[in-house]
């Protein structure tokens, strides 16, 4: 594309080249940064808003730990609703509560009771043990979602599915089978 030239449309799809994606992302820097000083640096400044972020890597390499810090930061900072999908039964509301004790006093000024109340209360964890599952809760996230922007509810700023690797194994062969079509719900209230 030429400087001063608007994106191409071509059949309904807006085309950007790298240069405008560049400007969009220094512009309008819409992150959530996580917690983790060296992945906010390596992301650039954190999750960005809007995105597919995917944490890969070995067994028992952090991914969930990461995931638990991501969920207790955004909410701990009143940025929004986080929904969890743990596909793993790996989700720990203590280790939650640890993450919280961490945080700076000075970013978050309430007593350590009402902050681990509240920021619970913000991640809502929905437990997943097959695709089909997943599907009927991210089905079930639209309709919400749509009726919270109607009616003004909190929103849901992150969605995190730790991790869907153990979903697709048992479609694709793999290794990481759960075996458990459960379905199930965790949520705090104040």
């Known amino acids: 594309m030429n400087e001063g030239q608007p994106p191409v ?6 085309w950007s080249d790298g240069m405008d994606l560049l400007k969009d992302v220094a512009e309008r820097k819409h992150f959530f940064p996580t917690g983790l000083e060296g992945i906010d640096t390596l992301l650039g400044g954190g999750l960005r808003k809007g995105q597919l972020t995917e944490l890969t890597g070995q067994s028992s390499s952090g991914k969930t730990q990461a995931c638990l810090s991501f969920a207790s930061h955004v909410a701990a900072r009143h940025m929004g609703v986080v929904l969890y999908l743990d596909t793993s039964n790996s989700f720990s509301p203590s280790r939650i509560a640890r993450i919280l004790d961490e945080i700076p006093i000075s970013l978050i000024k309430e007593p350590k009771d009402v902050r681990l109340k509240r920021v619970m209360s913000s991640i809502i964890c929905e437990s997943v043990f097959d695709i089909f599952a997943l599907f009927e809760v991210l089905d079930q996230l639209e309709v919400s979602l749509n009726d919270k922007v109607n009616n003004g509810g909190k929103k849901i ?24 079509k459960s379905h199930g719900r965790w949520e705090w209230s104040s």
Not at 157 to 180: E, F, H, M, V
């Open 157 to 180: 700023c992150l969605l995190i599915i730790d991790s869907i690797s153990s979903l697709l194994a048992p479609i694709i062969g793999g290794k990481y089978s759960q075996g458990n």
């Open 9 to 14: 449309e071509n059949g309904g799809v807006l």
